[in-house]
């Protein structure tokens, strides 16, 4: 069932195209552009297991649950189409906090012109449950998979790494929540990369994790180099490495890319190579492994 | 981010089209038949909420759980694509709770040809959390709305109703739970109306709120006469008139339509008029207003 949220807000409005029929029917009704293929991204975003209350204003909350979404478009080099909301509130969450979680999440959505376009409401028995899916849309047989890194290509990573590992650890801190740590889906660059890049991944579980399964799925390992990797201010080397959440796009390329795509910064950190190996190289020419430690271990 | 499910079973085998890549990617990637159009329904299936571990056994409750997605793809007339699952399990839930929660999801799936192509996990604080989205497919301008309705039309049911509100009765005074109580989405009649019905909705919130959504979108009222609508064996007609999650499929039609449609039985119970008003006509032809009475206030 497609339903109308608790919000004043409604769907489609001012974007009638690609959403034929958004909410107040059984399903939403989307139209593709020709010769293109859909894509389905489903992220959950749950109280006290991906968010805080206390350690976030509702705002910031709404923008990361749909960042999480559209980031995974972008990292296929896709077209978001329509958003979509399933929201459990517990009885207790006042009317002001969800206004401003939607105020939050659709100001991101009218940035990159894409409607929320249904979802479902429902009151949950403890804590805040959101689960949003965005649906977006690439030309046929162009979506970046993770599947595509040979041998030779060059790594490369967007903007910068480790902000959100930065802020969790200054939060633990008792610190007071820094509402401009944001991350921005990189869906322009997504788009920009669909005819170079080789393969392609989201860093949200830690550029160590991510790279791990673009090396697992295209059957390669990877050299990265320490001082090439570039962190974000006041994020250590281990936080740009594992730290997760940041939404940056890592990618491959057998072809030289611009140091700047879409206005957003684009950094050669290291080579796919041959084998399963991933390696670190330190500025004196020294390799270790680079394991595989997302997210979770800096909790 | 699509991410691979605490169960054995893997996402899209025997069924490679349309999912053209599932699980293991940032997003699902689906192929759409030429000159259709993208359905997308979201659906909670909330411990406590929307189930009860003690009122059911874990096959019905992922029967059900993906029951209520497809039933809104065979309302708008559409096919099945994908279906993504957002699970979030706390701790305590035992893996063979969860095997059998995604055999009951699965069989379904697989009766109707429709794979598992992705969703997302967590860890839950409190209860299980599901979400169930549903992509699928429709002739463009072809998919049935509940706008479509005008005065004179029949109005028609599907099956027999009121069994689950029966069932929820029989369970609130202890009895045991009937695993047969697992309601058929009707896929396959949806697509056979699609050149006949003038509106379509499913029966998920009860005849007499269902009904209320057609006569809202389309601007008209409906007479229904008591005597014609099926009630479901142990079933009142108060069951069948406001109980919900019957699944079955509610729609106008100016055309005579078959008693039988792909093997289910199709009543007539009714008529579409002008006016916004409910009715129901018993049979001594006496006239009283329809309220409209969701499931709620049968809990």
Not at 216 to 232: D, K, L, M, T, Y
Request: charged fraction near 20%.
């Amino acid at each position: 069932m497609t339903q109308a949220h608790p919000s004043q807000h409604r769907a489609g409005v001012g974007y009638p195209h690609p959403v034929i029929a958004g909410i107040g029917d059984d399903c939403a009704v989307l139209g593709l552009k020709p010769g293109c293929e859909v894509l389905v991204t489903t992220d959950f975003s749950l109280e006290g297991v991906h968010f805080r209350r206390d350690w976030a204003p509702p705002a910031v909350i709404g923008h990361r649950c749909l960042a999480r979404g559209l980031s995974d478009i972008a990292a296929m080099g896709g077209e978001p189409l329509a958003v979509f909301l399933s929201l459990a509130l517990p009885k207790s969450v006042e009317q002001g906090w969800v206004d401003k979680f939607f105020k939050g999440l659709l100001k991101l959505a009218n940035r990159y012109k894409v409607a929320l376009a249904g979802g479902d409401v429902a009151q949950s028995q403890q804590g805040i449950l959101a689960d949003i899916i965005v649906v977006g849309q690439a030309p046929k047989g162009r979506a970046l998979m993770r599947s595509g890194a040979r041998a030779g290509d060059g790594v490369y990573v967007t903007g910068e790494l480790g902000a959100a590992a930065a802020e969790m650890q200054r939060l633990r801190g008792r610190g007071r929540p820094r509402p401009e740590v944001m991350a921005e889906p990189r869906l322009l660059v997504g788009q920009a990369i669909r005819g170079t890049a080789s393969a392609c991944i989201d860093v949200s579980d830690g550029l160590s994790t991510d790279l791990s399964h673009i090396c697992q799925e295209s059957g390669v390992g990877a050299v990265i180099e320490a001082e090439a990797v570039p962190a974000a201010k006041g994020a250590t080397l281990e936080m740009a490495l594992h730290g997760g959440e940041d939404y940056e796009l890592l990618f491959t390329s057998a072809r030289p890319v611009p140091e700047s795509i879409a206005g957003v910064r684009v950094t050669l950190i290291g080579e796919i190579v041959r084998g399963r190996k991933m390696e670190l190289v330190d500025a004196s020419g020294k390799r270790r492994e680079l394991p595989v430690r997302g997210w979770e271990h800096l909790r």
